[in-house]
């Protein structure tokens, strides 16, 4: 179930920024995720879905069809799959696409703002450009969130990995719970 939050607080936590039409909330088996857009960007669904992804974040001030940075995300349920098992099938699957002169490198510490690691992947190809720039990937036991940072030639690449490092460090992970019950 995927939905968007228009709540100003969940059950005790204190966002690092408020919860509006752009924060994205999924009820997972076990846990609870709030998915924060990083500052000046907004949620796009519909369009985003039409390119496989369960939604995508923009800049505000562009368009999704000529965004020049979009970070999607996809979320997976993974029942029974072994996380490091489908992230090590994903990037093969990335690096088999750009080709072995694709460097798929890990992006060390990287954490939620919940404490949860996110595996982080650089994708680079200094002979050429490639527009899917890094991966994320958090472990949620029965689910798997892949976020994935992806832009156009006009983008700064440097100022983009820092966007979408903020997107994944704002990520809230918590145990299912009814709000208003301790």
Known sequence: MFLLLTVPCLAGTKPEKGLDRNTAFYK?????????????????????TGDGYSFAFIPTDQEYDHADLMIGVNIFKIRGLKFFDVVARD????????????????????FAASGQAVSVFFVNDTSRFIPNVM?????????????????????????????FVQCLRRLKVMPLGELGQR
Do not use: C
């Open 28 to 48: 997972g088996e076990s846990l609870n995720y709030v998915i924060y857009p990083p500052d000046h960007f907004q949620m796009i669904d519909w369009e985003a």
């Open 91 to 110: 990037t093969a699957a990335v690096r088999e696409h750009y080709g072995k002169r694709a460097s798929i490198r890990t992006v060390d510490s990287v």
């Open 135 to 163: 991966l994320g990937y958090v472990d949620g036991r029965t689910e798997m969130l892949v976020f994935e940072l992806v832009i156009t030639d006009r983008a700064a690449r440097v100022k983009a990995e820092d966007v």
